[in-house]
């Protein structure tokens, strides 16, 4: 009969506990790498990938914004870079494009598509793709991010595809800081009344804090997927804290240096390459960052175009009409597609 001295088992006990503690923490070792390495799974529709460089948040939780490298699929536009020696803009930087609403999708994405095989070679081609609901028009990959079900999604994907694959010049819009469903999911970025409840519009929407490192960061995630599906450009709209005295607001930085703080911020961190971030607003007062940005200017007059263009820079300025008024050419200028002859 075999039999182990007390000094031996003590030896043995000690040792099992040792390669115990060590199996636990080689476990949570694991898991946390784990949890680690899911910010940057990629799902597509070929299967599952791995992208290094997709999260936009460091490991500190503050947004990585770095500058980006354009894929090598998108298309150069003479009009973009177009200057004289002396830095004053040239005609072809001027341009005349045509826009593609959420309604317009929603009615007839098969005619939205005809109507762009139509446009000539090299146009420019504006299309909604999100609405202020937080719903995506096209097949996103972003962690929880909604896909709109009162449209053909597959259809607007299809979309992006020959666009991507024609020789055209591709601009995204969506709402900025409007989002019903990043809000209820992220409650803390969204803009707040004086008892916590969040604030909303007349449409029911919810508003994001343009104070928040993770809307910035969500933005910016957003921009980067866009330029890997082959957008050229990203125009933000609802670009601004809405008119609300209630909203409560203790930041110590006023309400127009976070707007203008926000728009530099996003604008450098894809500043590199021909994709731009570009705004919308409603008056040329908007604090447009220095660089590529443009300004897509709706709701103004005729009689104010050539004003309007020569206080923010013609080579800056798009008016987004259906206006056929030709003082509107004194800009670039982007009209509906279906816009009566």
């Known amino acids: 009969m075999l039999v182990i001295s007390y000094r031996t088992k003590s030896r043995l006990k000690k040792l099992g506990v040792f390669l115990g503690v060590s199996v636990l923490i080689a476990a949570v070792c694991l898991l946390c790498w784990m949890v680690w390495l899911q910010r940057y799974v990629v799902y597509t529709r070929e299967g599952v990938r791995f992208d290094f460089g997709r999260s936009t948040l460091?490991?500190?939780?503050?947004?990585?914004?770095?500058?980006?490298?354009?894929?090598?699929?998108?298309?150069?536009?003479?009009?973009?870079?177009?200057?004289?020696?002396?830095?004053?803009?040239?005609?072809?930087?001027?341009f005349s494009g045509y826009y593609a609403t959420t309604q317009m999708l929603l009615d007839d994405v098969a005619g939205v598509?005809?109507?762009?095989?139509?446009?000539?070679?090299?146009?420019?081609?504006?299309?909604?793709?999100?609405?202020?609901?937080?719903?995506?028009?096209y097949s996103t990959s972003l962690n929880g991010a909604s896909r709109a079900d009162a449209l053909d999604v597959a259809a607007v994907d299809d979309l992006i595809a020959y666009l991507r694959g024609g020789d055209y010049h591709v601009i995204a819009r969506l709402p900025a800081f409007c989002d019903l469903a990043f809000a209820k999911a992220h409650t803390a970025s969204?803009?707040?009344?004086?008892?916590?409840?969040?604030?909303?519009?007349?449409?029911?929407?919810?508003?994001?804090?343009?104070?928040?490192?993770?809307?910035?960061?969500?933005?910016?995630?957003?921009?980067?997927?866009?330029?890997?599906?082959?957008?050229?450009e990203v125009v933000f709209d609802h670009f601004y804290f809405p008119d609300n005295g209630a909203i409560v607001y203790d930041s110590t930085v006023s309400k127009a240096d976070t707007i203008k703080n926000a728009a530099k911020q996003l604008s450098e961190a894809f500043s590199t390459g021909a994709f731009r971030v570009s705004f919308c607003a409603g008056s040329g007062d908007f604090p447009?960052?220095?660089?590529?940005?443009?300004?897509?200017?709706?709701?103004?007059?005729?009689?104010?175009?050539?004003?309007?263009?020569?206080?923010?820079?013609?080579?800056?300025?798009?008016?987004?009409t259906d206006s056929r008024d030709t003082r509107f050419d004194a800009a670039s200028v982007i009209r509906s597609l279906e816009r009566e002859d």
């Open 288 to 320: 447009l960052p220095e660089g590529s940005s443009r300004l897509y200017l709706e709701g103004i007059h005729p009689e104010q175009a050539e004003a309007v263009a020569g206080q923010v820079g013609i080579d800056r300025v798009v008016f987004v």
């Open 58 to 94: 460091g490991l500190s939780g503050e947004p990585a914004l770095q500058k980006e490298k354009v894929p090598a699929e998108t298309v150069a536009i003479d009009y973009v870079d177009g200057t004289e020696e002396n830095g004053e803009p040239t005609e072809s930087e001027k």
């Open 113 to 137: 598509r005809s109507a762009i095989e139509a446009l000539p070679a090299g146009s420019v081609v504006m299309l909604d793709v999100k609405s202020i609901y937080g719903n995506f028009y």
């Open 190 to 232: 969204g803009l707040a009344l004086e008892s916590g409840v969040l604030w909303a519009d007349g449409n029911g929407c919810y508003w994001l804090d343009p104070n928040s490192e993770a809307v910035l960061a969500n933005l910016a995630q957003i921009c980067r997927e866009l330029t890997e599906l082959g957008f050229d």
